[in-house]
């Protein structure tokens, strides 16, 4: 069994709670104070559990340095007082930066009983199906 330090622990609840402002800067109208305390709770988070080395070179992989920029550019663009612009510009770089793990995340959630059936129905299994064909682990 993979043992998991106090660090990894306390940066699991950084990110748990930064997805949870993040959900709620979105859910109070893109509350541009909610969203910026999101952003840094799930960055101190990420960098906790898997470490400082590893986080920095994840965000700048040569190939990865468009989406760090459209990621961390909506960061600013929060934090400038534009939340809904920063907001997309920040879910486009997301959606860049962790495409590689979607496929991954899909096939679990296939197992998963009851969210596995609605994936496997006629209309989402093609939306779905479109994500996993990308089989891209970098």
């Known amino acids: 069994m993979i043992e998991i ?11 748990g709670f ?14 541009g104070g909610l969203l910026a305390i999101g952003n840094i709770l799930f960055l101190s988070g990420l960098a906790l559990v898997i470490g400082l080395e590893r986080t ?3 965000f700048f992989q040569t190939h990865k340095l468009k989406a760090t920029g ?8 929060v934090l400038i007082g534009w939340p809904i612009v920063g907001m997309c510009v920040e879910t486009y770089g ?3 930066l962790f495409r590689g793990f979607f496929p991954v995340a899909i096939n679990f959630l296939r197992r ?3 969210i596995g059936t609605i994936l496997y129905l006629p209309g ?4 779905v199906s479109r994500f996993e064909d990308h089989n891209q682990m970098v």
């Open 5 to 15: 330090t106090d660090l990894q622990k306390i940066g699991v609840g950084l990110a």
């Open 18 to 31: 930064g997805v949870f402002f993040l959900f709620l800067g979105v859910l109070f109208f893109f509350d």
């Open 56 to 58: 920095f070179r994840f």
């Open 70 to 77: 459209f990621f961390v550019g909506g960061m600013v663009v």
């Open 94 to 96: 997301f959606f860049l």
């Open 112 to 114: 998963v009983p009851i």
């Open 124 to 127: 989402i299994n093609s939306l």
